[in-house]
């Protein structure tokens, strides 16, 4: 692996176990970041550590941790830094979604989603930030990345199904603005991407009410590796630059 802007890096990926996740840290590690993956399958984090790391300068280590459980959240980031000697950008991926009317709906899917999609970012963020902040003020790179995942649902709510989906996406996009306006000075750049359909395994599991990614037609379906060339894009522009929020449709979506 030759030089690339995130040489001498670590990068934090939640819900690195699949989908988006495991394309992001695809993604960093082939731009020379060390990437630590974090999620609940250890077996799939250790297959995915092992890919990587079977690559020509690839790097990465996994963690099993459960977004929702604080403490084992911050357990697994402190051991990481340990490991790794810090935390330069940090991609918050993990996401649950149900989706149903809200006079048919079960209250513990309404809870599970805030728990993983609005807490877990809040447990993952809370114990990196101190590392991130460090990173900023002595790497070379004179910045550090906080990225959340979100969705087009973060921006409008596309269905009435989508309800407490997307009012677990509205919550990320505030929080993330919040940190950018807080963190700008200390040079914490504070990102979010907003995909739309993509081909998942929350798109693709005939879950009902769920979008679905299993009959794409016309152009098709964004694929995990389209976000993961945005969490890229985004974190590797020169110290001056910022790119707050990327909006990521398929071609042929409407919503």
Same mark, same amino acid.
């Given at each position: 692996?030759?030089?690339? $802007?995130?040489? /001498?890096?670590?990068?934090? =990926? #939640?819900? !690195?176990?699949?989908?988006?996740? %495991?394309?992001? &840290?695809?993604?960093?590690?082939?731009?020379?970041?060390?990437?630590?993956?974090?999620?609940?399958?250890?077996?799939?984090?250790?297959?995915?550590?092992?890919?990587?790391?079977?690559?020509?300068?690839?790097?990465?280590?996994?963690?099993?941790?459960?977004?929702?459980?604080?403490?084992?959240?911050?357990?697994?980031?402190?051991?990481?830094?340990?490991?790794?000697?810090?935390?330069?950008?940090?991609?918050?991926?993990?996401?649950?979604?149900?989706?149903?009317?809200?006079?048919?709906?079960?209250?513990?899917?309404?809870?599970?989603?805030?728990? $993983?999609?609005? /807490?877990?970012?809040?447990? =993952? #963020?809370? !114990?990196?930030?101190?590392?991130? %902040?460090?990173? &900023?003020?002595?790497?070379?790179?004179?910045?550090?990345?906080?990225?959340?995942?979100?969705?087009?649902?973060?921006?409008?709510?596309?269905?009435?199904?989508?309800?407490?989906?997307?009012?677990?996406?509205?919550?990320?996009?505030?929080?993330?603005?919040?940190?950018?306006?807080?963190?700008?000075?200390?040079?914490?750049?504070?990102?979010?991407?907003?995909?739309?359909?993509?081909?998942?395994?929350?798109?693709?599991?005939?879950?009902?009410?769920?979008?679905?990614?299993?009959?794409?037609?016309?152009?098709?379906?964004?694929?995990?590796?389209?976000?993961?060339?945005?969490?890229?894009?985004? =974190? #590797?522009?020169?110290?001056?630059?910022?790119?707050?929020?990327?909006?990521?449709?398929?071609?042929?979506?409407?919503?």
């Amino acid at each position: 692996m030759g030089n690339t $802007v995130l040489n /001498n890096t670590t990068a934090v =990926v #939640t819900g !690195a176990s699949s989908g988006i996740g %495991a394309a992001v &840290a695809e993604a960093l590690a082939a731009e020379g970041a060390a990437v630590v993956l974090l999620a609940r399958r250890r077996d799939r984090l250790t297959q995915l550590a092992d890919a990587i790391n079977a690559r020509d300068g690839g790097r990465a280590r996994s963690y099993e941790a459960d977004v929702t459980d604080a403490d084992a959240v911050r357990a697994a980031i402190d051991t990481a830094v340990r490991d790794c000697g810090g935390i330069d950008v940090l991609v918050n991926n993990a996401g649950s979604g149900t989706w149903s009317p809200a006079l048919e709906a079960e209250l513990t899917d309404w809870h599970a989603m805030v728990d $993983v999609n609005l /807490n877990g970012v809040l447990n =993952v #963020t809370h !114990a990196a930030l101190p590392h991130l %902040a460090r990173a &900023a003020a002595t790497h070379d790179r004179g910045v550090a990345d906080l990225v959340t995942i979100s969705s087009v649902a973060g921006r409008r709510v596309p269905r009435s199904t989508s309800n407490v989906y997307a009012a677990t996406k509205h919550a990320v996009g505030a929080f993330s603005e919040a940190l950018r306006q807080e963190l700008a000075g200390q040079h914490v750049r504070a990102g979010l991407v907003e995909p739309g359909v993509v081909a998942t395994e929350l798109t693709t599991s005939g879950r009902e009410g769920a979008p679905d990614a299993t009959n794409p037609t016309g152009y098709g379906v964004l694929q995990p590796s389209d976000i993961a060339d945005a969490v890229v894009f985004m =974190v #590797t522009r020169p110290r001056h630059t910022a790119i707050n929020e990327i909006l990521v449709r398929p071609t042929e979506q409407t919503v």
